[in-house]
């Protein structure tokens, strides 16, 4: 019995229907125009990366969601395996921050200082698909390696915004944050080092739970009830903006290094007087990330027709020296390149100064002379600018025009053997 083939795709993916081809085709272009305008340039990584560099204790909960591929030919011996390194030594990427590192590692000697990176592609997840993502979904990263200043994150959140803004989206926060931070607020209220990692999983979800949710939960941890108190207290202090870092600056005294501090009091200050569309900009000390791979400054954008984040980065100073034995100051955004695509279609938005679409019918058994005239015809409206259509004629012409007019064809021509040859 021959199995029947699916038509549907694998659960996770999608197929892309030309409408959100033309937006995702055109947003690309924008990113790459708009990113290169501030210095960025194009590279690649492959979409399989090793299985020691995906599994390496960076990515976070996201290690749990790889895509492994076994090996090949003889390299694959099902019988004498006794564990998974026996038969699996591949992965699809996860995200793009994990090549990127190995890449920089791979090719330093060949590549200015600092290097400003854009990478767009392909990632997988072996998630739960749900509204806006995917098991497989793109990804748009920019990165500057090689630059330990804060000069680094003010261009990233620079850069970022304006491509959002050219979008036309304006309701939009970015929320700022430095691991350091969280890290000075926990010693303060007398948490262990090694239980950072802890308090903070339970901390991000926050916006979700809220402060009492936070508070039972951590006191469940066997935490104390007077630390904690101490802890969520310190949050209501704090106002999204310079004076709220001025605050825990003096609140804090030793726990929080001046530099870290002031750090972040530039970025904003600077982020807030260059800044090239309208959003607002909040210092979020609730903010956490998961990747347990950011070592500083952490950031991520809310919109408030999504309702969660569309976009998000900060610093991993430690990633590279993973690779080869020495540090190198490292920070990247990405963009919710999906997210952003679903926005964009649920709005209706149209491409600005999209190309004429012109259609020419043909009239069923043209002879060949009117198929050339129409052909040149063609070929002049294409050196003008237009997106030309030539197709025969249906049946049902009424509702092949409506069809076109549907897909945006303005201007469609009915060509007949009798009257081609005198357009």
């Known amino acids: 019995m021959v199995m029947a083939l699916k038509k549907k795709p694998v659960t996770g993916m999608k197929d892309m229907m030309p409408d959100e081809m033309e937006i995702r085709d055109y947003v690309i272009h924008l990113i790459k125009e708009t990113y290169k305008t501030y210095g960025f340039t194009s590279m690649e990584t492959p979409c399989v990366e090793h299985i020691e560099n995906l599994c390496s204790k960076q990515g976070g909960d996201n290690e749990k969601l790889i895509f492994k591929i076994l090996k090949r030919g003889e ?27 190995r890449y920089y590692a791979n090719h330093a000697n060949d590549l200015p200082s600092p290097f400003k990176a854009l990478q767009i592609g392909n990632v997988w997840r072996a998630d739960r698909p749900q509204r806006g993502r995917f098991r497989q979904f793109m990804q748009c990263d920019i990165d500057i ?67 009492d949710g936070v508070a039972e939960e951590l006191c469940e941890m066997g935490y104390d009830r007077s630390a904690v108190d101490q802890y969520l207290g310190l949050f209501d202090e704090i106002t999204p903006d310079v004076s709220g870092i001025r605050y825990l600056k003096e609140k804090l005294g030793d726990c929080l290094k001046d530099e870290t501090a002031d750090g972040m009091g530039q970025i904003i200050s ?97 002879p060949q002379e009117g198929i050339l005239k129409v052909l040149n015809l063609a070929k002049a409206d294409r050196a003008a600018g237009k997106q030309v259509l030539i197709v025969n004629m249906k049946k049902n012409k009424k509702f092949q025009k409506e069809q076109l007019a549907a897909d945006g064809y303005e201007e469609i021509v009915d060509c007949y053997r009798d009257s081609i040859m005198e357009l």
């Open 75 to 101: 390299k694959l011996k099902l019988e004498t395996a006794k564990d998974e390194a026996d038969l699996v030594d591949g992965g699809l990427r996860y995200d793009l921050t994990v090549p990127l590192a």
């Open 270 to 366: 600077s982020v807030e007087a260059a800044k090239e569309c309208d959003f607002k900009l909040q210092f979020d000390p609730t903010l956490v990330r998961g990747q347990s791979y950011y070592t500083g400054t952490i950031f991520e954008v809310t919109m408030d027709d999504f309702g969660g984040s569309v976009a998000g980065g900060g610093r991993y100073d430690k990633m590279i020296g993973k690779f080869t034995g020495q540090d190198t100051p490292a920070c990247g955004f990405s963009i919710g390149f999906e997210r952003i695509v679903m926005l964009l279609l649920e709005n209706g938005y149209q491409i600005p100064s999209k190309r004429a679409k012109k259609a020419y019918l043909l009239e069923k058994k043209m």
């Open 145 to 211: 390696l090689g630059e330990a200043s804060n000069l680094a994150e003010i261009e990233l959140i620079l850069a970022t915004t304006a491509m959002l803004g050219k979008l036309d989206f304006t309701n939009f926060t970015v929320k700022i944050n430095d691991r350091n931070i969280l890290k000075a607020m926990a010693a303060y209220c007398g948490f262990k080092e090694e239980d950072y990692d802890e308090v903070f999983i339970i901390l991000d979800k926050m916006d979700k739970i809220g402060k």
